[in-house]
């Protein structure tokens, strides 16, 4: 099987050198296609689904977790709730101070650093379009409205 080396990884992840090592020795994020066994001379070689690991793991600390809280989390993501069957379906977010899994199927958001727990979450967006979509509708059912009162008008000053 082929995989990709460090510095490919590096390159595609924005990840250093140090990181991938370091998240490697820590056991955070290890490479699935080889590994150096803590063998000198051996190149780690990374999956696709390593990469994006990566590249998930290094946006989490761009937006401000601490690498603990990472850390507990991502075990908690790939162990218990199944992120690594399932990345298509689930997006991450996080407040700077939790990680959130929210699964695109139903809709579930749980709080990774919580072991699971289930969070109150609110879609302004969803809400927003929904209002809108409301909002849109209730302009067409009162043209409607009002275009059928002209019409019963004329209909009746017309004595049809």
């Known amino acids: 099987m082929e ?35 803590g063998r000198p001379g051996i190149p780690r070689l990374y999956s696709f689904r390593d990469l994006v690991a990566l590249r998930i793991v ?8 601490s690498l603990q809280r990472v850390r507990r989390s991502w075990d908690f ?8 069957k399932h990345l298509s379906e689930v997006k991450l977010v996080t407040d700077g101070q939790s990680i959130f899994k929210i699964c ?3 809709g579930e958001v749980m709080d990774a ?3 699971g727990q289930m969070a109150f979450f609110v879609a302004i967006d969803d809400i ?3 209002v809108q979509t409301n ?14 009162l002209r019409e019963a008008a004329v209909h009746t000053a017309t004595g049809g």
């Not at 993501?77 to 690594?84: E, I, T």
């Open 77 to 84: 993501l790939n162990k218990k709730a199944g992120l690594d």
């Open 3 to 37: 995989g990709f080396t460090s510095h490919q990884a590096s390159k595609f992840t924005g990840c250093t050198s140090r990181q991938l090592r370091y998240w490697d020795e820590i056991g955070l994020v290890e490479p699935s296609v080889q590994g150096t066994g």
């Open 128 to 130: 927003a379009t929904g």
């Open 58 to 65: 290094r946006s989490l600390l761009d937006g401000g977790m």
């Open 113 to 115: 650093l919580k072991d």
């Open 104 to 106: 695109r199927r139903d």
């Open 135 to 148: 909002v849109a509708q209730f302009q067409e059912d009162r043209e409607k409205f009002v275009r059928a």
